[in-house]
């Protein structure tokens, strides 16, 4: 268990919906960071967040958002679904800013678009 | 696209075995991350080596690094049945870790 959570677990919806997806880092982390994992484009970096502050920008749909909230959760919002967002979305935590430290991730949440 | 090419895509072994896989990158980097993935699960940090190192252990783990090549290599030795998962190398460079296309290791009891 890395001490990341992520919740649901699994979420089936339509194209053209929009859904939140959380997750809260290991306790004492400030950065959480956002992966998409598919079969056809692997595990992509999304975003980056640091204490509350977007710190890195990776390939980010702009139909899809994160913000992370002074308890340091984190939440990435994705909007007008396509079938193609169907993937495991991952969350991972660390200590510091740098990405380059060892990042701890959660369980994933496996996204549906029907 | 994404910064590491692994090799091979999959590769089975017996227990016992050792395994190597491979990961080529593009550009510099400050260091090198490799993590496994069991089936469908959260990724697991195995160790990481600096730009400036060219060998590190962890246990059965052995870790290469020729940023000359832009290439590493992990050695899995004695490998289990639980060794069974995806592996794959990620470069950090500025601001971004990039995971590779990862490899697909089975290891039959």
């Known amino acids: 268990d890395s001490g990341v959570t992520q919740t649901p677990k699994h979420l089936i919806t339509a194209t053209g919906q929009r859904v939140t997806l959380r997750c809260s880092p290991r306790?004492?982390?400030?950065?959480v960071y956002w992966y998409q994992q598919s079969l056809d484009q692997g595990l992509q970096f999304l975003i980056q967040?640091?204490?509350?502050?977007?710190?890195a920008k990776g390939n980010i749909l702009e139909r899809f958002s994160a913000q992370q909230f002074p308890d340091l959760h984190s939440e990435l919002n994705l909007s007008s679904l396509e079938l193609g967002d169907s993937a495991l979305y991952f969350c991972?935590?660390?200590?510091?800013?740098?990405?380059?430290?060892?990042?701890?991730f959660g369980p994933g949440t496996r996204l549906t678009v029907l | 696209s994404q910064q590491g090419e692994e090799d091979p895509q999959a590769l089975s072994i017996q227990e016992g075995e050792n395994a190597t896989m491979n990961c080529s990158y593009k550009t510099s980097i400050n260091n090198l991350q490799w993590y496994r993935q069991n089936s469908g699960r959260g990724l697991v940090h195995l160790i990481l080596?600096?730009?400036?190192?060219r060998e590190k252990h962890s246990g059965r783990l052995r870790v290469t690094l020729d940023t000359s090549k832009k290439s590493s290599s992990l050695l899995i030795t004695a490998s289990r049945a639980a060794d069974t998962a995806s592996y794959f190398c990620?470069?950090?460079?500025?601001?971004?870790?990039?995971f590779g296309t990862g490899t697909r290791l089975q290891v039959f009891p």
């Open positions: 306790s004492g982390d400030l950065s």
């Open positions: 990620a470069t950090f460079f500025t601001d971004k870790l990039i």
């Open positions: 967040y640091y204490n509350g502050e977007e710190r």
């Open positions: 080596i600096r730009s400036n190192e």
């Open positions: 991972a935590s660390s200590v510091g800013f740098l990405a380059g430290n060892e990042q701890f």
